[in-house]
């Protein structure tokens, strides 16, 4: 069964600190990995996609990465703002008639002052 | 503008009755998703479809019902069978590469 399982549930971090949310998956055969931003109460939006080849992607203050071997994925938030406050959402979709996207219950990300 | 609808953005209902959420995509995607999401907490399968006419069931489906008689299509129904309806419900939709788009979310609670 494809899954995918995000660490932590939940963090709290002070304004300017950096932290990283990790991203486990097991969907097979692995298309691509996408980490989406929700804000409380909205839709969740796209911020970075990595495929089989991509090791370090960038998006502003927010990089992910990609291991294949391993099948992790982690998203890294430099230099904090209020505005990071949300929960992280990694999705992972596979090749093939059920490419079914698989999604992680998310990363709430709590930005104190 | 290409993209996913949901509506109503706040619905309200009394107890024993049946909801139904809208959810309308003109992206042509083939796969749409519900999903329910609670306050602190993640987002949990209802329901899916891959195709016209055919979905499959989640995690957490007792209690709900979906159709798919139309590829841009994908209405959720809350029944009275489930027993604790409140919740912010997403629908999503992707295609064969991957790519997920959301809607803005119903907010469903119970009078």
């Known amino acids: 069964k494809n899954q995918v399982e995000q660490s932590p549930q939940s963090l709290i971090i002070l304004e300017g600190k950096n932290c990283t949310l990790q991203?486990?998956?097991?969907?097979?055969?692995?298309?691509?990995l996408r980490w989406y931003k929700q804000d409380t109460g909205r839709g969740p939006v796209s911020l970075t996609i990595m495929t089989f080849s991509e090791n370090t992607k960038s998006n502003g203050r927010y990089t992910a990465t990609l291991d294949a071997d391993t099948k992790q994925s982690s998203l890294h938030i430099t230099a904090s703002q209020l505005s990071d406050s949300a929960s992280y959402i990694c999705v992972v979709s596979a090749t093939g008639d059920d490419y079914k996207l698989s999604f992680g219950a998310g990363t709430t990300v709590t930005v104190r002052a | 503008d290409g993209g996913i609808t949901q509506s109503p953005k706040y619905l309200f209902r009394k107890e024993g009755q049946n909801v139904t959420l809208s959810c309308e995509q003109n992206?042509?995607?083939?796969?749409m998703y519900w999903y329910r999401q609670d306050p602190g907490q993640g987002l949990r399968l209802i329901y899916y479809s891959q195709i016209v006419n055919d979905f499959q069931k989640g995690d957490i489906a007792e209690g709900y019902s979906v159709s798919r008689e139309k590829k841009e299509s994908f209405p959720l129904t809350v029944t009275s069978a489930q027993k604790n309806p409140t919740a912010f419900y997403l629908c999503?939709?992707?295609?064969?590469?991957?790519?997920?788009?959301f809607g803005q979310g119903t907010r469903l609670t119970v009078v």
């Open positions: 999503a939709s992707s295609s064969r590469t991957g790519e997920a788009f």
């Open positions: 991203c486990n998956y097991t969907v097979s055969p692995f298309s691509n």
């Open positions: 992206l042509n995607h083939d796969a």
